[in-house]
């Protein structure tokens, strides 16, 4: 029977196989091939990939998917943190605070496209108070205004993350330092931000990823103008726009190369404590 | 403390509240420029237009996939999650070295050939069809949630069950499962948002309005060059109502859920 | 039924917890393992229960052989130190649960039956997180009989319970083990627990048993040292040194009948008499304890307990006098009692 208990992880590893595993070494395969809606399929080796190398249009994606996922993961740690803190003091309507801290993150990523699109338009978008400008019609503003809605959307999940870590926090170890004399600010530096390292971590590794994936803000928002294409809008344009399946999954592989590439840096860093089960 | 809090509750909050607003705003009052902070003349029209373009439709179908995909991804992760946590399974780190890679997958990359499979199938524009991916999308939150509750359970009671005569199935769903329940939940709330919300799969998938559901509903309103916002406001309003319960209700579940797994002592 | 443990061996890694253990348990025998912690008893319980595989010899059950058997199949039911009630199910519904692996009809008599038994019936309806310690060990207890298993399997079951709830649960215990005409096999390092509940107590160390008997015989016929100073409270008094023709020589001496050699001496607090006696020594310190009084002397220089009763006077600093009614002798080769 002993035997037995391992197999009840078949079924869940053999969905996953197949619905994740198969796809993408199905789309690793097109992609050495040239073949779109209207024309068969021809080998095409890395053919794919050097067009891709070679297409400004293609390589402006990257650079600002690049730059996406720089700057919002930046922004979400520090902000996260912040968040954190306050979500870990102790006062009364902590429950309200943490469930309206929650609603940006709760609700569907089109929907903050939508809400923060209407923030910035040009006729009724409440930044005319602020501006006449063409919001959307400057790359700069563009690009900045799809960071930030995503730092609105997803600093929660952050915050949350560096909660978990905070509260493994003793508190004997602050009231020590209180004692010993050390103020707010030192007390953070020393105590709390190393020992949030952990949770600092995962949450950077984990929202790293995920910013690669950017999709929702910019297909709503923009749909790819004014320089804001990011890969996977990139990829979705080649694949079901232009239906061409070799350029298409060309791009969808080089996503995934980069997203696997900080999986590993993701496996390597972090305690391996944290894959492991107590037995 | 409680300035900052207020700060971060506004910054979180008033971006929807203002979109809300909006959604009682007749197109008129949309039009204006500045516009106005609280709507002058308040009106249904926006909910109306909303309803015309078949937000309710969209609803449905977003519950049937949500439910759907919870029913199945909850099983199989409980499965999963038991033997991941509790039964002696060579190379356990690689398996959930695997199962933690495979929710990092893009889903660009997933889409052209899973299309196909479910193409050849004839599950494309069904409402089965996003179910597929969302549950292989679903399963490593759910395993890495159970898992890390099922840890907590101590061993004797598992050994106990053992000796009353319990197969690792037995134990699961009767002794493991009920104890873990909040983990369960969790999970369960988790990968319902998680359906509820998925845009990607659900657009390339579903391009027929009579099985679409709301992501890509909501995301496809505007016309050519004009945005009713009257109307996708309101829809997002209506999109978000379940939403907001459910965080509103289950606010510390969510938080527990989330921050569990996370960083293990 | 008939236990059997043929050279039973476990190792984790390096470390053998279980040393080739041969062990015979008979039916209705209150079989009690007792040791310090880390000697292999829990080990040697959780192999016969099937809950760690032997990395060489057998268990068998009334002459089956159930080494290789699931616990569910070896007909043995565990008490366990720490209850492991099923939380969330009632008093009730666990001690249903292990009849209805099993599809035992008329399991509901059964379970009124056991919750009579122990005194539980009007807990019947409650969670375990409502019953106090005594009252789950009474549960986990039912648990376990509810089956009627071949064998009872109990793993340090009151060390979790105070003192004054540990006295009433050794009674019950006892009356249990006459009642159902059961066979126990009974892990525990309390000495007390074993004298008084065991029909036979196996003393294990290092994964080896040092030395099995009645309580009685482990008492009066101790053949180690270790196994002398286990038992007994306060321990035995040691006294190094060595034979030399026919008189132990140390910092305190007496005559016995042994080959030449290093020994060590063995006196029970209770076998030292306050006399004029051969030994001299000065009170360091008296334990009062009401009924009796622990006298902690230096006599030649080392420690020597002495249990005496309530009467007569002994201070701090008074010379008394000891005269040994029995010692015990630990060659390093054969013991001995003189």
Redesign the interface.
């Known amino acids: 029977m002993r035997r037995l208990g391992p197999w009840l992880m078949a079924p869940a590893l053999l969905v996953l196989v197949l619905l994740a595993v198969v796809p993408i070494v199905g789309a690793l395969w097109q992609s050495l091939f040239h073949e779109t809606a209207r024309e068969p399929a021809r080998w095409a080796g890395l053919e794919n990939y050097a067009r891709l190398a070679r297409d400004p249009e293609a390589r402006n994606s990257l650079l600002f998917t690049l730059q996406f996922v720089g700057t919002s993961v930046v922004l979400e740690l520090l902000f996260g943190l912040a968040t954190a803190l306050v979500l870990h003091a102790r006062f009364r309507g902590r429950a309200w605070v943490r469930a309206s801290v929650l609603i940006p993150w709760a609700i569907p990523t089109v929907v903050a496209s939508w809400i923060w699109r209407y923030i910035f338009d040009d006729y009724s978008g409440v930044m005319t108070y602020v501006s006449d400008v063409s919001w959307f019609a400057s790359p700069f503003w563009a690009r900045t205004i799809i960071i930030l809605a995503d730092v609105w959307k997803t600093m929660p999940f952050t915050a949350l993350l560096i909660l978990a870590g905070l509260q493994t926090i003793p508190d004997e170890l602050i009231e020590a330092a209180r004692i010993d004399g050390a103020g707010p600010w030192r007390r953070f530096k020393e105590i709390t931000l190393p020992l949030l390292r952990p949770a600092i971590l995962v949450a950077l590794l984990f929202r790293t990823i995920d910013a690669f994936r950017v999709f929702d803000l910019v297909f709503v928002m923009t749909r790819g103008k004014s320089g804001t294409s990011v890969l996977q809008y990139q990829g979705y344009k080649a694949l079901f726009d232009q239906q061409d399946y070799g350029m298409g999954t060309a791009i969808s592989a080089v996503v995934f190369l980069l997203v696997a590439t900080m999986s590993v840096i993701y496996v390597r860093t972090v305690p391996s404590r944290l894959l492991e089960a107590d037995r | 403390?409680?300035g900052?809090?207020a700060v971060?509750?506004l910054?979180?909050?008033a971006?929807?509240l203002?979109?809300g607003m909006?959604s009682l705003k007749g197109p008129q009052e949309?039009?204006?420029?500045?516009?106005t902070?609280v709507p002058r003349h308040p009106t249904l029209e926006g909910y109306r237009g909303a309803a015309e373009k078949g937000i309710f439709g969209w609803m449905a179908n977003s519950l049937i996939v949500a439910a759907a995909t919870t029913l199945l991804t909850i099983p199989?992760?409980a499965?999963?999650a038991?033997?991941?946590?509790?039964?002696?399974?060579r190379g356990?780190?690689l398996?959930?070295?695997?199962?933690?890679?495979?929710s990092?997958?893009?889903?660009?990359?997933?889409?052209?050939?899973?299309y196909?499979?479910l193409q050849a199938v004839g599950l494309v524009n069904t409402r089965a069809a996003p179910i597929?991916?969302y549950?292989?999308?679903t399963?490593?939150l759910a395993?890495w949630i159970l898992?890390s509750f099922f840890?907590e359970i101590?061993?004797?009671?598992e050994?106990?069950?053992?000796?009353?005569?319990?197969?690792?199935?037995?134990i699961?769903i009767?002794?493991f499962l009920?104890?873990a329940?909040p983990g369960v939940f969790t999970a369960a709330i988790l990968t319902f948002?998680y359906a509820?919300?998925?845009?990607?799969f659900a657009?390339?998938l579903l391009t027929r309005d009579d099985v679409r559901t709301?992501?890509?509903g909501?995301?496809t309103m505007p016309g050519q060059y004009t945005?009713p916002?009257g109307e996708?406001?309101a829809a997002?309003v209506l999109?978000?109502a379940p939403?907001?319960a459910?965080?509103?209700l289950l606010?510390?579940r969510?938080?527990s859920g989330?921050?569990?797994g996370?960083?293990?002592? | 039924m008939r236990l059997a443990i043929e050279n039973a061996r476990k190792t984790f890694g390096r470390t053998v917890a279980v040393d080739d253990v041969n062990l015979n348990v008979a039916p209705g025998e209150f079989c009690v393992l007792l040791g310090p912690s880390g000697c292999g008893k829990s080990t040697l319980l959780r192999l016969v229960a099937g809950l760690e595989e032997t990395s060489s010899g057998s268990i068998r059950i009334d002459g089956e052989d159930v080494t290789h058997k699931e616990p569910g199949d070896r007909d043995v039911a565990m008490v366990f130190q720490n209850y492991a009630l099923y939380p969330h199910m009632t008093v009730r519904k666990n001690l249903a649960f292990p009849l209805e692996t099993r599809k035992v009809p008329e399991a509901e008599n059964r379970v009124r039956e056991t919750a009579e038994l122990l005194q539980i019936t009007d807990l019947l309806d409650r969670l375990p997180r409502e019953l106090s310690g005594g009252q789950r060990q009474r549960v986990a207890i039912g648990r376990a009989i509810v089956r009627r298993p071949k064998l009872f399997l109990f793993d340090e079951p009151l060390s979790n319970l105070d003192a004054q709830l540990r006295g009433d649960m050794r009674a019950e215990l006892a009356m249990l083990h006459r009642r159902l005409e059961a066979t126990i096999l009974y892990v525990t390092h309390d000495q007390i627990e074993a004298m008084t509940l065991a029909t036979r107590i196996v003393l294990l160390n290092r994964g080896r048993i040092e030395q099995e008997g009645t309580p009685e015989e482990m008492y009066r016929h101790p053949r180690t040292l270790f196994a002398g100073r286990f038992i007994g409270s306060p321990p035995m008094n040691a006294v190094a040194g060595e034979v030399k023709g026919g008189r132990f020589e140390g910092p305190l001496t007496w005559p016995v009948k042994a080959a030449d050699g290093p020994a060590t001496l063995g006196v029970r607090p209770e076998d030292l008499q306050i006399t004029d006696g051969p030994w001299r020594g000065v009170i360091d310190r008296v334990e009062y304890l009401g009924a009796e009084r622990y006298l902690h002397i230096n006599a030649g220089g080392i420690q020597i307990v002495v249990r005496v009763g309530p009467r007569g006077a002994f201070r701090k600093g008074d010379e008394i006098g000891l005269s040994p009614e029995r010692v015990h002798l630990f060659p390093k080769t054969e013991p001995k009692v003189v």
């Open positions: 403390m409680k900052a809090a971060i509750v910054c979180s909050v971006p929807f203002w979109f909006a949309i039009a204006q420029r500045p516009p902070l199989l992760a499965g999963a038991y033997a991941l946590s509790r039964t002696r399974i356990r780190r398996w959930l070295g695997f199962v933690l890679a495979a990092m997958f893009p889903q660009i990359t997933l889409a052209h050939t899973l196909g499979m597929a991916p549950v292989s999308l399963l490593p395993i898992a840890r101590p061993a004797e009671i050994e106990a069950a053992r000796i009353d005569g319990a197969g690792p199935l037995r699961l009767r002794v009920p104890v329940a948002i509820w919300n998925e845009f990607f657009l390339v709301l992501p890509p909501i995301a945005f916002w996708i406001a997002c999109a978000t939403l907001l459910a965080v509103a606010q510390r969510i938080v989330l921050t569990s996370a960083v293990k002592r």
